[in-house]
């Protein structure tokens, strides 16, 4: 079989290339079809990688967040035009211990290999969940992003106490607000406080318990736990705020991704017992949850269907282009491609 990729070759430049692909009887043949473009992606597509790190990674297709239908199965696991979440991180071993997505051997589409922006994708089953029920499609798209946080607030019910009564999130982008909605359902009696500094995206969160502008919170206000959403030089400000007002014991999430090193009051980390942790990317159980959530909780897709900023149907290569600049003008919110390829 010969398949289409849609490669960047260097910044801002995308060409087509063909690779004839071998299919065996285990590899199934997904039609990618609803997209999303990731920060990472723009990374990639505006250069601001180390050089050295876009020498060793281009050419590549980019997007690791998508939807496709299936068109070819022999293993009997799905049929024809079944609709399938595709999970971007591919673990070539496993561990007894450490989880697929932490294992330094696992390959990651549109970062170690080519992502979903090809015209077929060639997949094992166990890379594939299936999309049933009244799911949508727009928002299962970015049903990766979705995944992380659901990774991320699984390993908080195993790390944190009992004590579940208020639950802080720094962050008021993509990440937090994702990380929020799914807080609300997994711990519906506490309460969900968002701190953020922009009014504008703030404003978004009109399911959470309590809402704080970073710049005006008061000083007798306590949480149980808190999940840093912001990333950046600006989360070390952030974690500096969730340590001083978390009660002894709390645990901290970090979710926001430095490239820089954030210096982290220790002291009071150790006189607070605290324990922090962080997540990285998701696992097939993670996407499972997630497609079960869209499906069980149509509340939580109506919430997450707000933040998607613009919709580009694609056909052309010109067309990526166009969507990869509008999505890189945007404050907030998620990009989603229709690929008509």
């Known amino acids: 079989m010969i398949n289409t990729l849609y490669r960047l070759v260097a910044p801002k430049l995308v060409e087509i290339d063909y690779d004839e692909v071998n299919i065996n009887d285990k590899d199934i043949i997904v039609r990618p079809t609803y997209l999303s473009i990731c920060k990472a992606d723009q990374r990639y ?40 979440a595709i999970i971007p991180n591919t673990p070539v071993e496993t561990d007894e211990i450490i989880g697929e997505n932490y294992l330094t051997s696992s390959k990651f589409r549109s970062s170690g290999f080519d992502g979903l922006l090809q015209d077929y994708v060639v997949s094992s089953a166990d890379r594939l969940v299936k999309i049933e029920g009244d799911v949508n499609y727009v928002v299962a798209s970015f049903s990766e992003l979705i995944s992380v946080c659901a990774h991320a607030i699984d390993r908080f019910e195993k790390f944190s106490h009992e004590r579940k009564d208020r639950i802080g999130v720094w962050g008021d982008g993509t990440v937090g607000y994702i990380a929020a909605i799914l807080l609300k359902i997994s711990f519906p009696q506490a309460k969900i406080i968002i701190f953020g500094k922009n009014e504008e995206k703030l404003s978004y969160f009109t399911f959470a318990d309590e809402i704080h502008s970073i710049k005006e919170i008061p000083a007798d206000l306590t949480i149980d736990h808190a999940f840093e959403c912001v990333g950046g030089q600006k989360s070390q400000s952030a974690i500096e705020q969730i340590i001083d007002h978390i009660k002894p014991e ?35 159980t993670d996407f499972e949850k997630t497609i079960q959530i869209l499906r069980e909780h149509p509340e939580v897709s109506d919430y997450l269907e707000n933040i998607v900023a613009s919709i580009f149907k694609i056909r052309t290569i010109e067309d990526i282009h166009h969507a990869f600049e509008k999505d890189y003008q945007l404050n907030f919110g998620k990009t989603v491609l229709i690929w008509n390829k």
């Open 45 to 84: 597509y505006q250069g601001l990688r180390e050089p050295e790190v876009l020498a060793e990674k281009l050419p590549m297709a980019l997007i690791h967040e998508g939807i496709g239908e299936i068109i070819h199965d022999r293993s009997g696991n799905f049929k024809f035009g079944d609709v399938v």
């Open 250 to 284: 709390g645990t901290i999430s970090l979710l926001g991704v430095s490239e820089y090193p954030v210096p982290i009051n220790t002291r009071m980390v150790l006189e607070k017992g605290l324990r922090i942790y962080g997540s990285s990317r998701s696992s097939r």
